[in-house]
């Protein structure tokens, strides 16, 4: 909808003061590169329901413009400098295909964004490279690929070998904007994967098929055996939002390939009732969440056929809660989620083997950002690691310096 005075609603409302402050979903970007698009985007008179080409066309000329400075200071050998200025044009892609790539030119976006994304955390002190293995437990209807992050802190070597921290992204937020969070654990001696989820980023998996999740992480984890590098008694996995509801069955389908398991605002039943999907795209998120939830979950456009079927991925309804094995699992999520309903954790407690919890008073969805520091200090308890997460937090890129 349109803001009182002409003005572009959701920056208003929603956008313009975690832009300002460098957080979620403007990880990587700088304040003054959005200043000119929402004032084209006000002046166009954007307003829902988007035309999601327009409106994704909006956004490429600064990211263009960002593009061309992060070559030029590359080609003068100021690595900082390009690998920051990429960075930022693959936020500005981002939030140009946000919250999903549903039409072609947003997914033109989020092509570009990747190659952007991909050319700064290579340039960086601490290079993440990205890592494409064979998805071998595949069908024959699925990708054959999985493609990730994957970075090693400096000096890790087979006869050094270091943790591992899985990243399961969510809904929105794929790999080019989790990555925020791999300097961090690179400091504290930890090696890290980040990849998207099925039905969303590039995921191989078959979205609509309940068994899928499980192929592709028995791909990837098939995989991380093979890394001599990885102190195989100490991979963990941390998943955010949607993330989490993939946690929280990979916690039970593999755990015995885990040490621990973290899903931080996730969801497993209520999130898939008619009720829930009837009201969530009047609450907290800032898009059309059930449609966005449908299109990540291999129904296109068809919300409704999407909201008589989704039970069927519930993790109490497949009988997954109730398996007697479950590997170290935290669940943490503020109280007044209205993304998904803190009840679903709750039947998590109720069923199976016991789990760990912390919910969030007074917070909303993930129960951000007191449920960062809670999470950082299991997992440091997990890994054996002596840190203080005020430390790690400060590495969360916040400003830009060009």
């Known amino acids: 909808m349109a803001a009182p005075g002409g003005k572009f609603w959701l920056w208003e409302t929603k956008w313009k003061q975690p832009c300002r402050m460098g957080i979620y979903p403007f990880m990587f970007a700088k304040y003054d590169d959005f200043v000119p698009i929402v004032e084209q985007l006000t002046k166009e008179g954007f307003k829902e329901p988007y035309d999601w080409d327009a409106y994704a066309q909006v956004y490429f000329p600064k990211a263009e413009e960002l593009l061309a400075e992060a070559e030029k200071a590359d080609q003068e050998g100021n690595q900082k400098k390009a ?30 964004g990747k190659k952007a994304a991909k050319k700064g955390l290579a340039l960086r002190e601490r290079p993440t490279r990205e890592v494409t293995i064979p998805h071998k437990h595949g069908l024959e209807h699925e990708g054959k690929e999985i493609l990730f992050y994957y970075h090693l ?9 270091v943790p591992l921290i899985v990243i399961f992204t969510g809904l929105d937020g794929y790999r080019t904007e989790l990555a925020v969070w791999i300097e961090g654990w690179s400091q504290k001696n930890v090696a890290v994967i980040v990849l998207e989820i099925p039905g969303t980023g ?56 885990l040490a621990g398991v973290v899903a931080l605002g996730g969801g497993c039943h209520y999130m898939f009732s008619d009720e829930w999907l009837s009201h969530v795209n009047d609450l907290e998120y800032p898009f059309d969440l059930a449609n966005t939830l449908a299109y990540k979950w291999g129904y296109g456009n068809d919300l409704e056929t999407f909201k008589k ?94």
């Open 83 to 112: 690998s920051e200025f990429y960075l930022r044009a693959s936020a500005v892609y981002r939030i140009s295909r946000f919250p999903a790539p549903r039409s072609d030119k947003q997914r033109y976006a989020w092509q570009e």
């Open 153 to 161: 802190p400096l000096g890790t070597t087979k006869d050094k070998p």
């Open 202 to 257: 590039d995921s191989p998996a078959d979205p609509k098929d309940i068994t899928s999740p499980e192929r592709e992480w028995s791909s990837l984890f098939d995989w991380i055996d093979e890394q001599a590098e990885i102190d195989h008694q100490k991979v963990a996995l941390w998943a955010f939002s949607t993330g989490g509801y993939y946690a929280i069955r990979l916690a039970h389908t593999h755990h015995d390939r």
């Open 309 to 402: 079927e989704a039970m069927k991925y519930s993790l109490v309804e497949d009988g997954t809660l109730d398996q007697p094995k479950c590997a170290k699992l935290l669940l943490v999520n503020g109280v007044y989620d209205e993304i998904f309903p803190i009840d679903d954790y709750y039947e998590c407690l109720l069923r199976g083997s016991p789990k760990e919890v912390r919910f969030v008073r007074d917070a909303k969805h993930m129960g951000e950002p007191e449920s960062f520091s809670i999470i950082l200090k299991w997992l440091y308890r997990l890994f054996e690691i002596e840190a203080n997460p005020v430390d790690q937090l400060k590495t969360l890129p916040a400003r830009c310096k060009y």
